[in-house]
């Protein structure tokens, strides 16, 4: 099976959303932000909107991506999108040197997966989605010598590191990648996480 593959998915209104994929049959799903985008989707009722966002904000800190120093996730994710598991899920306050007090850090939430595993979403499915930063060529940047990098969040990806979209919408996605992630507490190196490590090729923050 290929997880590089992908499945082009629906339309709606305006916004597309194109997803990993590994061969298995889709399954129905949506990338949201909010309640507000779930419901407005049409596809699923408030309910079972708020019902997959608790859910994904349950399983947040268990299954996100570690890091041992604020600096090492924020050099992924972008400065003031880490936090701490202690911090509740708002933005972090740290030491001045980065360090985390004896805990690790953890990027924000960005968004969530609201899935419909074998038509059945009464109770809720939900994943936590985030979005490391992708470098970007700025050569046109006068203000930058050498050209360099400018970055910006990029695609959504779920905690295992999968590709889910690159924007929010609806859409299908393999039942394997719906499956939530196992709980980790394993660190992981600066430039371990989503497209910036592929398009900077360094570990450098």
Not at 54 to 80: L, R, V
Not at 93 to 112: A, C, H, I, N, T
Not at 186 to 193: H, Q, W
Request: charged letters at 20%; a positive charge.
């Amino acid at each position: 099976m290929k997880r590089s593959s992908r499945v082009h998915l629906l339309l709606m209104g305006s916004t597309s959303v194109a997803l990993a994929g590994c061969g298995d049959d889709p399954e129905p799903m949506g990338v949201f932000t909010n309640v507000a985008e779930c419901v407005e989707s049409g596809a699923y009722t408030p309910e079972q909107c708020s019902a997959a966002l608790e859910q994904a904000k349950q399983e947040h800190p268990k299954i996100a991506p570690k890091y041992a120093t604020k600096d090492d996730c924020e050099a992924d994710f972008g400065q003031g999108k880490c936090e701490t598991p202690a911090s509740g899920g708002g933005r972090s306050q740290g030491p001045s040197s980065g360090e985390s007090s004896g805990s690790f850090w953890m990027p924000l939430m960005m968004g969530y997966l609201a899935g419909n595993v074998l038509g059945n979403l009464k109770n809720g499915f939900g994943q936590p989605l985030y979005q490391p930063n992708v470098g970007r060529p700025r050569d046109n940047d006068r203000r930058s010598w050498g050209g360099g990098y400018t970055y910006s969040p990029g695609s959504w990806r779920t905690a295992a590191n999968t590709e889910i979209a690159q924007r929010t919408g609806l859409g299908r996605v393999d039942r394997g990648t719906l499956r939530s992630s196992l709980p980790t507490t394993t660190t992981i190196a600066r430039g371990g996480f989503g497209a910036r490590a592929a398009s900077v090729g360094t570990g450098g923050g």
